[in-house]
C-alpha cells in the first residue's frame, strides 16, 4: 500500500485568494494524480503529475487555475487560484503503486 | 469524465444481508477495476479490484464479478455488518482511473 498525507485537512479561504495544498508519499512514486470530488459526489481527475515533466491536465481544467508542481517523487502541490465558492470540495492525491492506486485524506475547502 | 455506469445510486440492507452494487463499462482497454470504500470525511480506500482475466475474486467478506463479454463487473458484501455503511465507488483504468458515481450503503442493525 502507501501512506499518503495532505496539507491542509481543511480550509475555509475568501473569494479571489489562492490555496496550496501538498501532499507526500512515503516512499517514491512515478504517478501522482489530483482529483476533485464535490458535496455528494464521485471523484474527477483534474490532472496527473508525474516527476521532471508538465503535469497532464484533463478537460475543463487549466493550469492557470490549478498549477501542480512535482519536485521530486514524494512530493507534489496543487494550487487552487483565484478561487470562488465553486471551487469548495474535497480535492484529493493519488498515487500508484503495484499496480494499485491509492488515495490521501483529502483536503476539504471551502470558498466564502 | 465518467465512463463508467454505477448502480444503485442507494442501497439500504439489513444487518447480515447481501448488498451488490453493479458496474458498466464501454472502453475496452481498461485493464484493471478497483473498488473503493469512503466514510464521510475519509479519502477513498482500496477495497478489492480485479483484472479482466478473472471471473471472481475474493478478499474476506467482498466479492467481486467481473463478466467480460458483458462489460460489468459488482460487488458483493456478505454478511454485512453496520460498520459497512458507507460509500462505495466502483472504478475502472486504463491509463488513468475512472469512477462511478458511488453508491451510498446502509446496513441497518
Known amino acids: 500500500s502507501a501512506v499518503i498525507s495532505q496539507k491542509p485537512s481543511r480550509d475555509i479561504c475568501q473569494r479571489g485568494t489562492s490555496l496550496t495544498i501538498q501532499c507526500q508519499v512515503d516512499s517514491q512514486v512515478t504517478m501522482m494524480f489530483w482529483y476533485r470530488q464535490q458535496p455528494g459526489q464521485s471523484l474527477t481527475l483534474i490532472a496527473t503529475a508525474n516527476q521532471g515533466s508538465e503535469a497532464t491536465y484533463e478537460s475543463g481544467f487549466v493550469i492557470d487555475k490549478f498549477p501542480i508542481s512535482r519536485p521530486n517523487l514524494t512530493f507534489s502541490t496543487l494550487t487552487v487560484s483565484n478561487m470562488s465558492p465553486e471551487d469548495s470540495s474535497i480535492y484529493l492525491c493519488?498515487?500508484?503503486?503495484?499496480?494499485?492506486?491509492?488515495f490521501g485524506p483529502g483536503t476539504r475547502l471551502t470558498v466564502t | 469524465q465518467q465512463q463508467v455506469k454505477q448502480s444503485p445510486q442507494s442501497l439500504i440492507v439489513q444487518k447480515g444481508g447481501i448488498p451488490i452494487i453493479n458496474c458498466a463499462y464501454e472502453n475496452t482497454a481498461f485493464d484493471y477495476f478497483p473498488w473503493y470504500q469512503q466514510f464521510p470525511g475519509k479519502g477513498p480506500a482500496l477495497l478489492i479490484a480485479i483484472r479482466p482475466d478473472v471471473s471472481e475474486k475474493k478478499e474476506g467478506r467482498f466479492t467481486i464479478s467481473f463478466n467480460k463479454s458483458a462489460k460489468q463487473f459488482s460487488l458483493h458484501i456478505m454478511d454485512s455488518q453496520p460498520g459497512d455503511s458507507a460509500t462505495y465507488f466502483c472504478a475502472a483504468r486504463c491509463h488513468d482511473m475512472r469512477f462511478g458515481a458511488g453508491t451510498r450503503l446502509t446496513v441497518k442493525p
Open positions: 493519488s498515487v500508484g503503486r503495484g499496480g494499485e492506486q491509492y
